[in-house]
C-alpha cells in the first residue's frame, strides 16, 4: 500500500527484522506499522525493544500503529501497554493508511 501512496517504505518479514530495520537510522521513520503476529519476535516484543532503544538512546518516539488480526481486548491492551500509539484490526485500508501516513508526517 506504501508504493501504490508513492511513500518510502521499509519491509521486515519478522519482529527481529523490524527492530533492526529501524535501529539502523530510526531518524527516517515517522511511522512503523507492526504487525503483532510475527514469526521469530512478535510485535508487542518489537514494539517494547523499539522503545527501549528509543529511551536509552535518545532517539525521538516514532508512531508504532499495531496492524493485526488480533482483535481482542487483551490483545488491545497488551500492544498499549508494549509501548504501540494506536491499534488497527486488518484489512487495512489505502484510505485509513494513507491517514496515517499524512497523520505522521
Not at 518479514?13 to 511511522?31: C, D, M
Not at 484490526?89 to 485509513?96: F, V
Request: charged share 25%; proline share 4%; no cysteine.
Amino acid at each position: 500500500m506504501a508504493k501504490r501512496l508513492q511513500r518510502p517504505y521499509a519491509v521486515a518479514y519478522n519482529g527481529l527484522e523490524a527492530v533492526q530495520e529501524y535501529s539502523k537510522n530510526p531518524a527516517t521513520f515517522v511511522l512503523v506499522l507492526m504487525d503483532m503476529s510475527m514469526p521469530i519476535m512478535d510485535g508487542f516484543t518489537a514494539t517494547e525493544t523499539i522503545r527501549n532503544m528509543e529511551s536509552k538512546n535518545q532517539w525521538n518516539r516514532v508512531r508504532i500503529v499495531a496492524v493485526t488480526g488480533l482483535g481482542s481486548n487483551d490483545a488491545r491492551k497488551q500492544a498499549f501497554q508494549s509501548g504501540v500509539d494506536d491499534f488497527m484490526i486488518k484489512p487495512a485500508t489505502l484510505k485509513k493508511l494513507k491517514a496515517l501516513i499524512e497523520a505522521a508526517n
